[in-house]
């Protein structure tokens, strides 16, 4: 239990530090612009490519690993949305939302560095294939079923490109289609630029939890949807089993990797998820606050993870 608080102490401790920070100083939220783009364009893809270019080419395609934590993704959003539009009759737009904030993790700012700190450097691959495949899916479904409401005015042409613009051009992505192509010939940067790319790697991951802390400080919880009954215990606690069951029914996976998607997917909702619903105009406010409280409760549920998975109480495939 010790090991486990050692591991969650300075995770959590960082996004707490960010909060008490933003509470004190009352900087705006605007303040954080250089910072997030320093995580977003030059931390966290230093990180992938560093990581992605030292790891065997056969490691980097396994489909039916990136096949399993996808569908058990997409599993519990299309629970939530079924869910939110029975509850609704039948609006889309909103469901949509609240079956993102079911299913996408944080698994931008908190993936990496929770997985790297409990499994260790061998977490590195499989945090950003699912990374890059989970936001594949996400940059995909929303402007799609924002069309299908009736919520996206734009010629469909447009939306189209606007989502292969979104993939191709996102920062993780390029750094990770890089790191396997490096990978994949073999090549290694010089060693200046090697140092300069581990100063930035190791600058990711604190950076990133304490700007999440600033975030959660910055959008006060106003108003508690009555969904956030269904949305928590679905992304904290199905999500994470889901994963677990299908990558044991699919294959025999390294520990480390299924370990890896199983903890990716008890992450609370994405800030994202706020910026998708704020972009639409669709339960922006909500969204927040479901944000804030899976995060909070995440605490203790990511917790119980560490201690089942760092304890050998959770074998690495529930079929072997």
Request: glycine share 6%; charged share 10%.
């Amino acid at each position: 239990m010790s090991d486990v608080l050692g591991l969650v102490l300075p995770f959590f401790g960082l996004i707490l530090l960010g909060f008490v920070a933003a509470r004190i100083t009352r900087q705006p939220l605007e303040a954080l612009g250089w910072m997030n783009t320093f995580i977003i364009y030059i931390a966290l893809p230093a990180l992938f490519f560093q990581l992605l270019s030292k790891t065997p080419i056969e490691r980097l395609t396994e489909w039916s690993y990136i096949f399993g934590s996808v569908f058990s993704t997409y599993t519990v959003f299309a629970i939530m949305f079924v869910i939110a539009v029975l509850r609704s009759s039948g609006e889309i737009a909103e469901s949509t939302v609240k079956g993102l904030a079911a299913a996408y993790g944080n698994i931008g700012y908190m993936g990496p560095g929770l997985a790297l700190l409990a499994l260790g450097e061998e977490a590195a691959v499989p945090v950003a294939l699912i990374f890059c495949f989970e936001n594949i899916m996400h940059f995909t479904i929303a402007p799609l079923m924002m069309a299908l409401a009736g919520d996206e005015e734009r010629p469909a042409a447009t939306v189209a490109l606007e989502i292969v613009r979104k993939i191709a051009f996102h920062p993780f992505i390029i750094a990770t289609a890089i790191g396997v192509l490096a990978a994949a010939i073999e090549v290694r940067p010089p060693q200046p630029i090697e140092r300069l790319l581990s100063y930035l790697a190791s600058a990711a991951a604190p950076c990133a939890l304490f700007v999440m802390g600033v975030t959660l400080a910055l959008r006060p919880l106003k108003r508690i949807p009555s969904d956030i009954g269904i949305i928590t215990p679905l992304k904290l606690l199905l999500h994470p089993a889901i994963c677990y069951f299908m990558l044991s029914w699919i294959g025999n996976f390294d520990p480390v990797w299924v370990y890896t998607a199983v903890l990716l997917a008890a992450l609370p909702t994405a800030t994202n998820v706020f910026v998708i619903a704020q972009q639409y105009g669709v339960w922006a406010e909500r969204a927040s606050a479901s944000i804030l409280v899976s995060t909070t409760l995440s605490v203790f549920s990511v917790t119980g993870l560490l201690v089942l998975i760092t304890g050998g109480y959770l074998p690495p495939d529930l079929f072997p």
